[in-house]
């Protein structure tokens, strides 16, 4: 008899042992380097440019603890399980955003400018709304499979977004595109950011319910699986969404990426090549198409192609022409593979947009090649731990959002840097997390809330069986 106890209680033990560990404790040890990391980066910025260490120095240092703190703790009540390196990799990036741009803020170039305003208090603030809505999206979206129930109603709302700066009144131009609102008391908002979180939610509801219809061939073609005519419908709209976006908005960065988006998510969903295929032709037959006729696209298409010259045409005072892309280029051939030095470059020579498009040939000649390839690589681990948490999603839908939220945050990093290097043409994103800008920031956590969510639901041990009394009995009874 009691032996049979034993082994009913050992089995039961068994059983409620099944699980992760939350690896709470782990993600906490890495915050504290989030945080540590951009300090010591302030107090050498400050070190360098005055020789003593910042008066801000403890404040900022305090702040960015806050951040994370509150950040760590919302996701370790409502969130237990979730992946454990986004959120200090997304804490990291906006530590020393926050510091290249307050470097930015000491330069004496800069602040002769009759447009200068501190950017560094204003770019906390927006880190402060940013992880609030972070908090927000955790608190509240108890399961990321509600988002499905909404899925026209999500494409609604991103072209009403998209279509927003286009309204008279509302919209403003800023050099050439057209993506920005201004709101009264507030500033400029950027619709796009946020419209590319709820496309993603879109894309992911429509594509599990027809995905088995795009799967389907009709005939084989040079190696490769035609799709029916019928099927093509979507990716035409969409294609021909990003045309419109970038016609009537002159923004190429935010066509590229929803198209982009939209091809990944759909190649994920039929595991078919041939979408790969037609998306690129497509994306570069409208490309080639717009540059043929919209200005402000050549310019950037020619300011790609030859940055000397449209810098030497700027310098002549020939308007419309950017010297910008030269001076990144120099900012980055400076820098050479070590750097010159957090404080001690002179990027701040490239004037507008220093802070905020081109931020990243700061990091290329203060830190360096080693410096950028490490920057880099933290947004290739965040893709990378996107990417995890769609594999281990147990939903069809949890999958394609999480592809797809990973999916955009990876061609926004593409299309800026690319730009910023001379890769591609410049497209006037931001950069996640460490540009300035406040709708860049404030999406982009919201954007990591929602990963974490799905991963929450996909590393959440499966709840232990109930006990089966018939089961226990006849162990009981049995001799």
Same mark, same amino acid.
């Given at each position: ?99 290249? /741009?307050?470097?930015?803020? #000491?330069?004496?170039?800069? #602040? ?10 204003? #770019? ?28 026209? /109603? ?144 050549? #310019? ?141 920031? /404030? ?37």
């Amino acid at each position: 008899m009691s032996s049979t106890s034993n082994t009913s209680t050992h089995h039961t033990s068994t059983i409620g042992a099944i699980g992760a560990p939350s690896r709470r404790n782990t993600e906490l040890a890495l915050l504290v380097f989030a945080v540590v990391i951009p300090v010591f980066a302030y107090a050498n910025v400050g070190l360098a440019i005055n020789d003593q260490v910042p008066s801000g120095l403890l404040g900022y240092g305090l702040g960015l603890g806050l951040l994370a703190a509150v950040g760590h703790i919302v996701v370790r009540k409502f969130a237990p399980y979730a992946d454990p390196l986004m959120l200090p990799l997304a804490t990291l990036l906006n530590g020393i955003g926050l510091v290249a /741009i307050w470097r930015l803020d #000491q330069s004496e170039r800069l #602040q002769a400018r009759d447009t200068f305003v501190e950017a560094a208090p204003r #770019q906390l603030m927006y880190s402060a709304l940013g992880l609030a809505l972070f908090v927000a999206v955790l608190v509240f979206l108890k399961d990321h499979r509600v988002l499905q129930r909404y899925t026209y /109603i999500s494409m609604a709302l991103a072209l009403f977004l998209l279509l927003l700066p286009l309204v008279p009144g509302l919209g403003a131009n800023i050099y050439g595109a057209k993506i920005w609102i201004s709101i009264p008391g507030i500033g400029t908002i950027q619709p796009g950011e946020f419209a590319k979180i709820v496309i993603a939610v879109f894309f992911a509801g429509y594509l599990m319910v027809k995905r088995d219809a795009l799967a389907l061939a009709s005939r084989r073609f040079m190696g490769l699986y035609l799709p029916r005519g019928r099927d093509l419908g979507p990716i035409i709209v969409v294609w021909a969404m990003s045309i419109l976006i970038l016609v009537f908005e002159t923004d190429l960065g935010t066509s590229l990426l929803f198209f982009g988006m939209f091809v990944v998510m759909l190649y994920v969903a039929t595991e078919r090549t041939s979408w790969i295929v037609f998306g690129l032709l497509m994306s570069a037959a409208g490309a080639v198409g717009v540059a043929s006729f919209e200005p402000h696209v050549q #310019q950037r298409v020619q300011a790609w192609l030859d940055p000397m010259g449209e810098y030497l045409k700027s310098k002549e005072g020939l308007i419309g022409h950017s010297e910008q892309s030269a001076e990144a280029l120099w900012a980055f051939g400076s820098g050479g593979v070590l750097g010159t030095g957090l404080g001690q470059g002179n990027s701040d020579l490239i004037g507008f947009a220093a802070n905020s498009d081109f931020i990243l040939a700061t990091f290329g000649e203060e830190l360096g090649l080693a410096g950028v390839m490490a920057i880099l690589l933290i947004y290739g681990l965040i893709v990378e731990r996107g990417v995890r948490t769609a594999l281990a999603a147990r939903d069809p839908f949890g999958k394609l959002l999480a592809v797809g939220l990973s999916g955009a945050f990876a061609l926004q990093v593409f299309v800026v840097a690319g730009g910023v290097m001379g890769l591609i043409p410049l497209t006037g994103m931001t950069l996640p997390f460490v540009a300035y800008g406040g709708s860049s920031v /404030i999406a982009n956590w919201a954007l990591v809330g929602i990963l974490l969510r799905i991963s929450d639901t996909a590393r959440r041990p499966a709840p232990s069986p109930a006990p089966n009394p018939d089961a226990e009995m006849t162990q009981v009874v049995r001799p």
